[in-house]
């Protein structure tokens, strides 16, 4: 919190920070955040800030572990002016002040391709809390391909599949690497299921053949 903020604008350069947080990233049980008091209080913000001024860039701070990607905030300023829990007016006047709220953010660029604002000490800090979940993650993550696993053979047989897909134990894992490269984000109802049995089908993955199934 103690590095002066650049010239907020939209941008499309190689040296704009590519944010390394995913935007799809969620921190479900992030009600807290590691306050690191001893900086907050030897930081350029806090001590040249006005008070008014200083409220707001914490409540900025908290506001941005909510956002997506985890850490950002929006460039309109009438996004922000919301967060911040003033008036557009009055945020402008905010950021007039030699110190403004923004102190410290720069632009940034997102995996999704959208241009917002990040800070070094809040992205920080969002990343230590990624760290603490990552085994929770990992579990989440293992639970969710089991249960794909599982449900998959009978989704199979009612897109018209035969039972003998559904035993198989290698064209199981196969085919459900497939629907996530080629129908990811799709549900895995009848016609997509339909749809994707088709397409491996056609394309003979991994040499294996329907029939022969």
Same mark, same amino acid.
Request: charged share 30%.
């Given at each position: $919190?103690?590095?002066?903020?650049?010239?907020?604008?939209?941008?499309?350069? /190689? !040296?704009?920070?590519?944010?390394?947080?995913?935007?799809?990233?969620?921190?479900?049980? *992030?009600?807290?955040?590691?306050?690191?008091?001893?900086? &907050?209080?030897?930081?350029?913000?806090?001590?040249?800030?006005?008070?008014?001024?200083?409220?707001?860039?914490?409540? %900025?701070? +908290?506001?941005?572990?909510?956002?997506?990607?985890?850490?950002?905030?929006? $460039? !309109? /300023?009438?996004?922000?002016?919301?967060?911040?829990?003033?008036?557009?007016? /009055? &945020? =402008?006047?905010?950021?007039?002040r030699p110190i403004g709220p923004l102190y410290?953010?720069?632009? +940034?660029? +997102?995996?999704?391709?959208?241009?917002?604002?990040? *800070?070094?000490?809040?992205?920080?800090?969002?990343?230590?809390?990624?760290?603490?979940? /990552?085994? *929770?993650?990992?579990?989440?993550?293992?639970?969710?391909?089991?249960?794909?696993? =599982?449900? %998959?053979?009978?989704?199979?047989?009612?897109?018209?599949?035969?039972?003998? $897909?559904?035993?198989?134990?290698?064209?199981?894992?196969?085919?459900?690497?497939?629907? %996530?490269?080629?129908?990811e984000g799709r549900q895995r109802r009848p016609?997509?299921?339909?749809?994707?049995?088709?397409? &491996?089908s056609i394309e003979g993955a991994s040499g294996?053949?329907?029939?022969?199934?």
């Amino acid at each position: $919190m103690n590095k002066p903020a650049e010239t907020i604008r939209l941008v499309d350069s /190689e !040296d704009v920070f590519d944010y390394p947080i995913p935007s799809t990233e969620r921190l479900e049980s *992030h009600y807290f955040i590691s306050f690191h008091y001893r900086r &907050w209080l030897k930081s350029e913000f806090r001590n040249l800030a006005d008070l008014d001024v200083r409220a707001v860039g914490f409540d %900025l701070f +908290c506001e941005a572990q909510d956002e997506a990607p985890v850490g950002t905030l929006p $460039m !309109d /300023e009438r996004l922000l002016a919301k967060l911040a829990g003033v008036t557009l007016e /009055e &945020w =402008k006047r905010l950021c007039e002040r030699p110190i403004g709220p923004l102190y410290g953010w720069s632009a +940034c660029r +997102c995996d999704n391709g959208h241009m917002r604002l990040y *800070h070094k000490v809040v992205l920080e800090i969002a990343k230590e809390a990624l760290g603490m979940r /990552e085994d *929770h993650l990992e579990k989440r993550a293992a639970d969710r391909e089991r249960k794909r696993l =599982k449900d %998959l053979p009978g989704q199979i047989v009612r897109a018209g599949g035969t039972a003998r $897909m559904g035993e198989d134990a290698v064209f199981i894992m196969q085919f459900d690497q497939f629907l %996530l490269d080629y129908f990811e984000g799709r549900q895995r109802r009848p016609n997509v299921v339909r749809e994707a049995l088709e397409k &491996w089908s056609i394309e003979g993955a991994s040499g294996m053949n329907l029939h022969q199934i």
